[in-house]
């Protein structure tokens, strides 16, 4: 009798190792699905870091088309067809009234704001020149324009503000130049002529 009580306790059931089996199996999957699924994507939300920002205006409501050139000290140049270069970006192309409105509910409305955005999102040691052109003029008159560059990093400081005029179509002007070293600091700020337009196109 003690025999079979012994042999009895020893047994191993198979319904109770088939349930073990499966909730091993199911964990294993819950835990490989929870590791696979990525996270759910932040819409919107868009990482604008920048060491410099190079802001240029022009009066509200102006028709004429004013470009912005920067140059780094590698030779790259963004200006409105090339966006992109280097560590430059051009936020985008304002071309007057040209591309300031859009139609809502059958109605348009227009920006009157025009502005241009350089955004040097990292930076290296030497001098980036920022000129303006006069590109396309829709009322023949002359275009008062200005010129401010921010440094953001560690804090906005503002390294530049200044204004010109451009008289007629075609015309350039360097608004300013200054020398960025190793650790980010600007020195040499100068206005000393530099043509970029014509090189570039």
């Keep these: 009798m003690a025999l079979l009580r012994k042999r009895r306790h020893d047994d191993i059931d198979p319904f109770s190792d088939l349930l073990f089996n ?23 939300v868009i990482d ?86 006069y590109y396309e003029s829709k009322n023949k008159e002359p275009v008062p324009i200005t010129v401010s560059v921010v440094k953001v990093n560690p804090r906005a400081v503002i390294v530049f503000n200044g204004s010109t005029t451009l008289q007629r179509v075609a015309d350039e002007a360097t608004l300013v130049r200054f020398r960025v070293d190793a650790l980010g600091e600007v020195h040499d700020i100068n206005t000393l002529p530099k043509k970029l337009v014509d090189e570039a196109q």
Excluded: C
């Excluded at 499966?22 to 699905?33: N, P, Q, R, S, W």
């Design 22 to 44: 499966t909730l091993i199996g199911v964990v294993l999957m819950f835990v490989l699905a929870y590791i696979s699924i990525n996270p759910k994507a932040k819409t919107g």
């Design 48 to 133: 604008a870091k920048a060491e410099f920002m190079i802001t240029t205006t022009w009066p509200d409501n102006n028709p004429n088309d004013v470009d912005t050139w920067v140059e780094d000290p590698g030779g790259n140049r963004v200006w409105f067809r090339s966006r992109e270069a280097g560590m430059m970006h051009l936020d985008r192309d304002d071309r007057g009234l040209a591309n300031d409105s859009i139609i809502v509910d059958g109605k348009e409305i227009v920006n009157p704001l025009n502005q241009e955005v350089v955004t040097i999102r990292g930076f290296m040691p030497g001098e980036y020149t920022v000129n303006v052109h």
